[in-house]
């Protein structure tokens, strides 16, 4: 008995075991992901249930019948079986029609949802029912990869961090992304959706952050050996509190000027929290053009001194102008009320 006893007690220990795995499965469920804390990814989250709700419109009848028909056609329950059957009009429509209309609809959403939520498209609103105050100036972040780490520089303020950002509830953020060596991932789940990071490039991101918290970011792109760790802490505070958090970071660390970011950009793993109380204004510019290094040219042109560095702001595409600021030429549409523009003149007269 003695000798039998330890498996039986291990089958017993299953059970519970499996409940403990479920239950942890629901849990995750609760997450930044289907319980996000930003507007953007609150309206992300919704686009994920409807289509996961189109799509089980044809899953869910479809492993019904195959269950009905294997009961019904079962061999010797006497059913109907007509072997020179070989087409029905009606089975044909309600096989082909049912799919196209949910991709129809797929596709609508698909559409709708890539513009009201391009992440180039400043937001139009905090919450459901509550437009932007256009008084209210976004927050513009600054964003660098790193290997393996994130660097976040504040211009408005003069403070920047590593893989910690705090932003203040209910107010817009604008996010200008770029990466020193290698292709990123930013991703923030509880704020928006991932938006990729590539050096000598620029992204922009537009969110908004609802209510206060901690919660985590990371990098969504392998990117070698210290991807996994890769990870920031994102902070919810109110106006105060973000006052408060950048007071703190400006008395807490050095300045971050060239030869400190040279010696941040070696590859580290497992990076802590840092802190910066003062930033280069150029610094962001010269990592963009890639001229940060002294004696470096810049993707512009221009050498990589410790003078000014013009950042131009990325042009608005016409989805984001009023018709009026389109202009008028040979390929675009003039606006409602303007003459069209005359015709160009083939050669000079003479």
């Known amino acids: 008995m003695r000798a039998t006893s330890t498996p039986l007690k291990k089958w017993r220990r299953l059970p519970a075991a499996a409940l403990l795995a479920a239950a942890t499965l629901l849990s995750s469920c609760n997450n930044e992901v289907l319980n996000p804390a930003g507007d953007i990814a609150l309206q992300q989250r919704d686009i994920i249930y409807i289509s996961t709700a189109l799509m089980l419109l044809i899953i869910v009848p479809v492993i019904v019948l195959i269950v009905v028909f294997a009961w019904r056609y079962r061999k010797g329950n006497g059913a109907t079986y007509d072997p020179h059957f070989d087409h029905s009009t009606s089975l044909e429509l309600v096989i082909w029609s049912a799919p196209l209309l949910i991709i129809i609809c797929l596709g609508a959403l698909t559409w709708w949802s890539t513009h009201l939520l391009d992440p180039f498209r400043p937001v139009n609103r905090i919450a459901a029912g509550k437009p932007v105050d256009p008084n209210v100036k976004p927050l513009t972040v600054q964003v660098v990869s790193l290997d393996w780490k994130w660097l976040f ?12 950002l705090a932003l203040p509830v ?14 990123n991932t930013f991703y923030a789940p509880t704020l928006a959706g ?28 392998y990117s070698g050996a210290g991807f996994s760790d890769m990870r920031f802490k994102l902070y919810g505070v109110d106006d105060a ?6 007071g703190r970071v400006k008395a807490s660390g050095p300045a971050l000027d060239t030869a400190q970011f040279l010696e941040l950009e070696k590859p580290t793993e497992k990076v802590p929290a840092m802190y910066f109380g003062g930033v280069d204004k150029t610094l962001f510019a010269r990592v963009f053009q890639r001229c940060v290094r002294p004696g470096t040219p ?18 608005d595409g016409a989805l984001f102008k009023q018709p009026t600021e389109k202009g008028a030429g040979e390929s675009l549409t003039p606006p409602p009320g303007a003459q069209p523009s005359p015709a160009p003149h083939s050669h000079q007269e003479r």
């Open 153 to 164: 520089i504040y211009p408005e303020q003069g403070v920047a961090t590593v893989n910690e």
């Open 170 to 183: 209910n107010r817009p953020v604008r996010f200008d992304l770029t990466s020193t060596n290698m292709m």
């Open 298 to 315: 810049c993707g512009t042109g221009m050498h990589g001194s410790h003078g000014s560095v013009p950042q131009t702001a990325k042009p």
């Open 194 to 221: 991932m938006i990729y990071t590539m050096p000598g490039m620029r992204s922009t991101l537009h969110a908004v952050l609802n209510r206060p918290g901690t919660f985590e970011g990371l990098s969504a792109n």
């Open 241 to 246: 509190g973000f006052d408060n958090w950048v």
